[in-house]
């Protein structure tokens, strides 16, 4: 369980506060977005849960222990899928075990068995130039979940693909959920897409804040398209857009 | 060979040109044709061949390992400890101010006719862009590509070995690409000055005689011998950065 405990925090070069007395949670395996304008500090979460930026204020715990204590407790995908050219997807996706020292025969089993999984096994020797868009962030991802940890970071992952492929991702990603168990914490700015994936969904208003709305998604899985069309889902969608345009000011 | 096949056509063009002038003006002492160069080059192939090409690529060779070494330690040095960065980057960028042919002189008078003042000139002239070419590589890795290390629990030196070598690796090929004709140039020209060989010595030594096709021939041979090194250098680039497309 990853639990904010009264964050407070500002990049030195900004003025204004990002986020003041932030708390929320998010339980062990389950699929949370986090919806805002862009701008009001959702890559920030990020940044502080990875330990690229270290709150002011308050602390960061990761099944009861501050993350300052552990390693490898979660892994992060960027909206660019940040692929090493110089890498063969093969080597991409080993990366991370690379870098925890996991011996050569084990990374090479690990990275067939993710690769199958994720429908990529025949493009194992090919160079990130040789893959559509749709295809780098599932490598992405690939590389994210070989990372080992059980709290997977993707900000806006698909939000550089055609409109085709990001639903597509979308279905294929809750599918990836369901295969590895793993916690995600998703970030977009997409209020559909939150809401066809995950179970809750946290809602940044305004800046800098010091809560977010937690809104539950009335929806099972598996999912489909059609469940979008409900009423109650229709609904919630409106809710959730109205809720963000109040914290926007033009 | 086809896309080639325009520059070839000019190259063919210019060469007639020079061809027709030099026939025109018939002062092989000013204006040696083209023809008269190659005849020129075949009757002094061995002096040329033997013993001063042996001569300037000795020296060319000696004077860019030493700058390449030395570029690439600087580079490294400044791009590991930011402080070495602030002291010596403005000073080595403003250093390539200095025209180094007006002072390589000097080097003569100091360090005399043997090898040393010539591989100095050398060294003085590639070893300033190999450094800042490279260290503009180190430099120019995606910031957000060594967060996403950083995330993975990536040190120091992780970040180095797997960003930021291959990053500068086409900045290196870049800067040696270019150094190699500047280290020719360099070379022959400290042996213009002072030498008792080399392609430099040679053709200042024709001059005196009014050779005109002699002057030349050392020089052709020169810029046969430079295009080719860089012919090479590429296909070793193309083998190793097979990615470059992308960047
Ligand atoms: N690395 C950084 N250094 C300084 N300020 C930053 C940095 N990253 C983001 N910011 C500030 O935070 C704001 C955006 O925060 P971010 O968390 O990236 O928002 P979002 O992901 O919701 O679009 C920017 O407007 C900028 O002022
Ligand atoms: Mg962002």
């Known amino acids: 369980m990853l639990e904010f405990q009264n964050v407070t925090f500002r990049y030195p070069e900004d003025h204004l506060l990002m986020m003041e007395n932030l708390s929320f949670s998010v339980e062990d395996r389950a699929f949370v977005s986090i919806i805002g304008a862009s701008g009001c500090g959702k890559s920030t979460i990020f940044r502080l849960i990875n330990g690229l930026e270290q709150p002011d204020e308050g602390e960061i715990l990761v099944d009861g222990k501050p993350i300052a204590e552990l390693r490898q407790y979660s892994a992060f995908m960027p909206q660019k899928d940040l692929l090493f050219p110089w890498r063969s997807v093969e080597k991409n996706i080993c990366l991370p075990m690379e870098l925890q020292g996991v011996p050569e025969k084990e990374q090479d089993e690990r990275c067939v068995e993710v690769l199958e999984q994720v429908g990529l096994l025949d493009y194992r020797k090919k160079y990130p130039k040789e893959l559509s868009g749709g295809m780098k962030q599932r490598v992405a991802f690939a590389r994210t979940l070989l990372s080992g940890a059980d709290m997977l970071l993707l900000d806006e992952p698909f939000s550089a693909l055609d409109y085709l492929t990001r639903v597509e991702m979308q279905e294929w990603l809750l599918h990836q959920w369901e295969h590895f168990h793993k916690t995600i914490l998703f970030i977009t700015h997409d209020v559909e897409e939150a809401v066809f994936l995950s179970q809750s969904i946290y809602v940044i208003k305004e800046r800098p804040f010091s809560e977010m709305e937690r809104v539950e998604v009335p929806l099972t899985y598996p999912r489909s398209r059609s469940d979008l069309k409900r009423p109650d889902i229709a609904d919630l969608k409106e809710r959730l857009i109205g809720k963000l345009r109040k914290g926007v000011s033009l | ?247």
């Not at chain 2, 090409?53 to 400890?81: E, H, K, Q, R, Y």
């Open chain 2, 1 to 247: 060979m086809r896309k080639n096949l325009p520059s070839a056509l000019l190259i063919a063009f210019l060469l007639l040109l020079w061809q027709g002038a030099a026939m025109g003006i018939n002062a092989a002492y000013i204006l040696p044709s083209p023809v008269q160069i190659l005849v020129r080059l075949w009757e002094l192939r061995e002096p040329l061949f033997l013993v001063h090409l042996p001569a300037t690529m000795g020296v060319t060779a000696f004077g860019l390992f030493i700058s390449i070494a030395l570029g690439l330690l600087l580079a490294v040095s400044m791009d590991w400890n930011p402080k070495l960065e602030k002291a010596l980057y403005p000073v080595i960028v403003a250093s390539q101010t200095i025209p180094t042919t007006a002072i390589a002189p000097l080097f003569i008078l100091w360090f005399g006719y043997g090898i040393w003042s010539k591989v100095l000139v050398t060294i003085l002239m590639t070893f300033f862009p190999i450094a800042i070419t490279v260290f503009d590589g180190l430099k120019g890795t995606k910031r957000e590509m060594e967060e996403l290390l950083l995330t993975y629990g990536a040190s120091k030196k992780d970040i180095f070995i797997k960003l930021k070598l291959p990053t500068a690796l086409p900045h290196f090929f870049s800067a040696v690409k270019m150094s190699v004709p500047l280290s020719v140039i360099g070379a022959a020209i400290a042996e213009w000055l002072g030498a008792q060989k080399g392609l430099g010595y040679f053709s200042k030594r024709m001059m005196t005689q009014l050779d005109g096709a002699g002057v030349f021939a050392p020089v052709v041979l020169l810029s046969v011998v430079a295009m080719a090194a860089v012919g090479v250098i590429s296909m070793i680039e193309r083998k190793l950065i097979k990615w470059r497309k992308e960047l």
